[in-house]
Structure formats: structure tokens, C-alpha cells
């Protein structure tokens, strides 16, 4: 084996290729702000004002990334997340403003509830038979109306994040009828109830006031639960299927890209902190660090990666040839 091995071997026998084209990129755009504002649990990542989305979003597709996935902190929320799908709310304006200036960038948005209601969950809570949840048709409507606007804007893709029941379908029709067939769906299919996402309810604003996630996302023990999730969203009419949180759950990934669609594993808030704190503390090396965990999601078979470090990665890969 180890005449393989050799540093000159080595690189033309390597499997997986990571490439700028495999990532996308989280960014988090704030209708409260002017400044950018710098998220204090994941260091290095900022909340950006709507004036700034244009130029951030051309800076990266300058560097080669082709991919960002918008999630947007609104000036108000309320029980229904009226703002979540206004015409003038902060995602449209940013994905407007993003097409005009770099019209090549995929624009994807996350399309869901918990960043504009104002108890935090999902999508449209009532009472049930085990006492206050999270409505499952009543929320679908909902996430008609959010997508049908972000695809006015211009979003190349939505991506719905809420775990409902026949979400994805509900989302394919009222897409079609509104003329948006061109509008790709990239869904959360398979999202566990992580304890990963700490960092992401601080950068988002968009913790609970009450209950847990635990009714709509996927208990982490659970391997079959988790691919019959992503197996539905595949019927239903999903174009790209995901796997969230990723790195403890690549063994789920590999078996999801066997149902033959495009997989994306989302390296979530609280993997990217974990990497980010112990090599600030000079634990670990981050850029080995995180092109190792990027590389192994690759090859996991992920399709593309959504990671907080996506920014970091033209410059590393430079620096390797
Ligand atoms: C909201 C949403 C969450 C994340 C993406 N969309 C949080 C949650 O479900 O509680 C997590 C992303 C991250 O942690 O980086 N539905
Ligand atoms: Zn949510």
C-alpha cells in the first residue's frame, strides 16, 4: 500500500476532490441593522445590513463561490409570521438586490417561521390533543405563501426547513400555479432535534419561548425514521434532499444518496463553533480541521455543503497547490 503513498503518487490517486462548487453559503441578513454585526457564538460570522448583502454576496463569487443560503432577522414578528413572506420583507429586498448585481449566484432561501413568529417555533402553533404545538396544515399555507414571495424576488431555490407533513408537495404546487416550475426545492428533509444549532438561535434570533423541536424534528437515534423522511420528500417532489446536522450523521447521508437525488449536509452553527473554539484556543488546526471535515462529508457522498467556513475555503485551497 505505501507505494501508493508517496508524495508523488499521492495526489493523482486522490478520491475526493473537495471544490468552491460543492459549498454554499450561509449569510445572515438583519433588517434591524446598518452595521454589520459580528455573531459572538460563532466568531468570524457577522449579521449583515441589507446594504451590505450586494457587495458580500459579489466578493464571493469573485472568490468562486457559486451558492448562498439567506436567512433573514426581521424588524417584527408576530404569531403568524406575517413578515416572513411581505414583499418588502428583508429576505426579498436582499435576494432582489443580490440578482441584480451578481445575477450568476444561486440564491437559495431558508424558508421557514421561527426567525419572524414571535414565539419562536416554526410555523402556526394551537392547541392539539398533547396541549400547544405546531400545526401542521395550518403552518403548510404558510410556507406556500413564504416561498411563492421569495420566488418573486428572484430565489433560484427555497429551501423549507420546518419538517411538516407533505411540505414539500404542498410548496411544488403552489409554486407550478403561480408559474415558478423553474424554482427548485432543496429540502431540509432530514433534520434531527440537535443540540448543534445552540449557536444558530443567537445568530438568527430565533430560539423558542416555549416547548421544544422536538414534535417536528427527527430524534437523532433514528436511522430508519431519518431516511423514510428524506424517501417522502423525494416522492413528493424534491430537487435536492439534505442531511442536518451532517458530521455525526454521515452514516444517514450515505444511505439518502442512494435514493439518486443531489444530497446537501448542512455543517451546522454549533459544529462550526466547536472547530472555531478549539483552534482558537491552539487545540487543533482549523484549516486542516475543517478541510478534513469537508473532505469526509464529500465523501460521504454529499452532493454539496452548506458550512459556515465555505468563505475560508477558495483562500485554503489556494494555499495547498
Ligand atoms: C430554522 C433553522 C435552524 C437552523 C437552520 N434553520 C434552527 C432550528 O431548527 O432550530 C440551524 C442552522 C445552524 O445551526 O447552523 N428552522
Ligand atoms: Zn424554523
Given at each position: ?74 424588524k417584527n414578528k408576530d404569531p ?239 494555499e495547498k497547490s
Open positions: 500500500m505505501r507505494r501508493s503513498r508517496s508524495r508523488t503518487i499521492q495526489p493523482i490517486l486522490q478520491q475526493t476532490q473537495l471544490a468552491l462548487t460543492d459549498l454554499v453559503v450561509p449569510l445572515f441578513v438583519d433588517e434591524n441593522i446598518v452595521k454589520n454585526k459580528p455573531i459572538t457564538s460563532m466568531p468570524g460570522q457577522f449579521r449583515y445590513s441589507l446594504n451590505n448583502i450586494d457587495s458580500i454576496a459579489k466578493n464571493l463569487c469573485d472568490d468562486g463561490l457559486r451558492a448562498i443560503l439567506l436567512f433573514g432577522i426581521p403568524k409570521a406575517t413578515s416572513a413572506y411581505d414583499k418588502q420583507g428583508i429576505v426579498q429586498k436582499a435576494v432582489r438586490k443580490i440578482k441584480e448585481v451578481v445575477p450568476d449566484m444561486v440564491v437559495i432561501t431558508d424558508v421557514c417561521a421561527c426567525e419572524y413568529t414571535d414565539h419562536g417555533h416554526c410555523g402556526i402553533i394551537g392547541k392539539t390533543r398533547c396541549g400547544t404545538d405546531l400545526l401542521n396544515d395550518a403552518s403548510l399555507e404558510l410556507m406556500n405563501r413564504i416561498s411563492i414571495s421569495h420566488a418573486e424576488a428572484g430565489a433560484d431555490v427555497v429551501a423549507p426547513s420546518c419538517m411538516l407533513d407533505g411540505m414539500v408537495g404542498s410548496i411544488r404546487s403552489a409554486l407550478d400555479e403561480e408559474e415558478h416550475e423553474d424554482v427548485l426545492i432543496m429540502s431540509y428533509s432530514t433534520k434531527f432535534a440537535s443540540a448543534y444549532y445552540g449557536p444558530f438561535r443567537e445568530a438568527a434570533d430565533s430560539g423558542y419561548s416555549f416547548g421544544d423541536r422536538t414534535t417536528y424534528q427527527i430524534n437523532p437515534a433514528n436511522a430508519r425514521e431519518a431516511f423514510l423522511e428524506s424517501q417522502l420528500d423525494a416522492g413528493e417532489g424534491a430537487d435536492i434532499l439534505m442531511v442536518k446536522p451532517v458530521g455525526f450523521y454521515l452514516d444517514v447521508l450515505a444511505e439518502i444518496a442512494t435514493l439518486g437525488l443531489p444530497v446537501a449536509g448542512f455543517q451546522v452553527s454549533g459544529e462550526y463553533a466547536m472547530i472555531k473554539a478549539a483552534s482558537q484556543k491552539g487545540w487543533i488546526k482549523e484549516k486542516e480541521a475543517v478541510l478534513e471535515s469537508l473532505t469526509c462529508i464529500k465523501r460521504a457522498g454529499a452532493d454539496l455543503i452548506i458550512t459556515y467556513f465555505a468563505s475560508d475555503v477558495p483562500r485554503w485551497l489556494n
